[in-house]
């Protein structure tokens, strides 16, 4: 790998007007999740601000290169695909830590700020601790999210949840100061032994959205975001099933993931395959033109921390029915940006579907205030509260 040469940007003591970040992301752009997609625009967003952003994260092949977009230094490490996912992929956890030295000496950054605590995150936290630098750790991650990936028989995903805590315990209490993007998010982890973490918003970027009405003849029903099990994409297909009859309406899944030959197999075998449209993975001009499309977005999914993708979804102006489920609840207010329905509950997901296709004026309604209460998470304040935080965690480390 080709590391650039940089000189301080700061001098001692003093609060630094521009800073040097590096962060850290076990998955980032072209990868579509939601950690990838806070990674890059965190980063651009900071660079936006004059900041100079470094970015540690695994390449997309098996060689290392450093490349500029956006503002953005992005160092990618080698590394390897895994058979459990289809676009995720690992560095050789030797490689990534050799990698992390290096970028920090020649960088010697103000703050780290890792996404994940694997492979890369925990590379750079250890590389960083070393030198006295800084690190905030920000966490999307629930082991439970393992569960559709890994071959465990259901009666040990419980020991297997335990085991993921512990490790994720192990790696974030080293660090100066851990966010997550709700406060349901901070309260889950303080439940399971990582008490003092600080909620602070994904954030978002309302310019990327104009307002719009969709006008097709047809109401279009989207969901977006990786296809692997706790999405429960397969709860929107059924429930798609049983509007058939009644409603006329085209479904548009973006993703890729797991799940979605089976998906797709499971659309086909409902008899609804010639409503449904699998896009896979799209560039970000397609998934802003699928936003714009819909008419309602659904997310079935049950172990979002946040959803980015929710939050895009209310941005664009789009009512929202989601699973009454973990952080959605914060996002979906019934009757007002949407609906919820339990988990599991394909005839109450396919009424609160119909509710909406039904009705265009509550639709554009529910849009508005979506767009209104997503204004709340605007990327702007995010971008504050973290360069506050590093400023802070900075003073605090290189004080001792």
């Not at 966010?179 to 309260?187: E, I, M, N, Q, R």
Request: glycine share 8%; hydrophobic share 45%.
């Amino acid at each position: 790998m080709t590391l650039p040469a940089s000189a301080p940007l700061t001098d001692a003591g003093s609060a630094p007007a521009r800073l040097r970040i590096v962060v850290g992301a076990d998955t980032y752009p072209p990868d579509v999740n939601g950690a990838a997609n806070f990674a890059s625009r965190l980063a651009v967003g900071l660079a936006g601000r004059g900041h100079d952003v470094h970015v540690l994260c695994p390449s997309t092949g098996p060689r290392s290169f450093a490349e500029k977009h956006d503002g953005v230094t992005v160092h990618r490490i080698s590394s390897v695909g895994t058979l459990v996912h289809p676009t995720f992929r690992l560095c050789h956890p030797p490689r990534a830590y050799r990698a992390a030295e290096a970028l920090l000496d020649v960088l010697t950054p103000d703050v780290v700020h890792i996404q994940a605590h694997f492979a890369v995150g925990r590379a750079l936290s250890a590389a960083a601790r070393r030198r006295d630098i800084p690190v905030v750790a920000t966490n999307h991650f629930m082991p439970e999210n393992l569960h559709g990936y890994l071959p465990v028989p259901k009666g040990l995903r419980a020991a297997v949840s335990r085991m993921g805590w512990w490790d994720l315990r192990r790696v974030l209490r080293t660090v100066q100061l851990v966010t997550a993007p709700t406060p349901l998010a901070v309260k889950l982890l303080a439940e399971h032994g990582i008490p003092g973490a600080i909620p602070v918003s994904c954030g978002i970027d309302l310019s990327r959205f104009p307002v719009s009405t969709p006008d097709h003849l047809v109401p279009h029903v989207l969901f977006a975001g990786r296809l692997d099990e706790e999405k429960r994409v397969d709860e929107l297909l059924r429930a798609v099933h049983r509007l058939r009859r009644d409603v006329h309406l085209r479904v548009e899944i973006v993703g890729e993931g797991k799940c979605r030959r089976a998906w797709q197999e499971l659309a086909g075998r409902l008899g609804i395959a010639g409503d449904v449209t699998f896009h896979g993975h799209v560039d970000e001009n397609a998934l802003v033109a699928a936003y714009l499309r819909a008419d309602v977005f659904c997310m079935p999914g049950v172990a979002e921390l946040q959803s980015l993708a929710t939050m895009d979804a209310l941005a664009a102006g789009k009512p929202v029915v989601a699973a009454d489920a973990m952080a959605l609840p914060h996002l979906v207010r019934p009757g007002e940006t949407g609906w919820l329905y339990p988990p599991g509950d394909i005839a109450a997901l396919a009424d609160r579907l119909r509710r909406l296709l039904d009705d265009p004026a509550a639709r554009v309604r529910m849009g508005a205030a979506g767009r209104e209460l997503i204004a709340q998470h605007a990327m702007g304040s995010t971008l504050d509260r973290f360069e506050a935080l590093y400023r802070g965690v900075r003073k605090g480390v290189r004080s001792k």
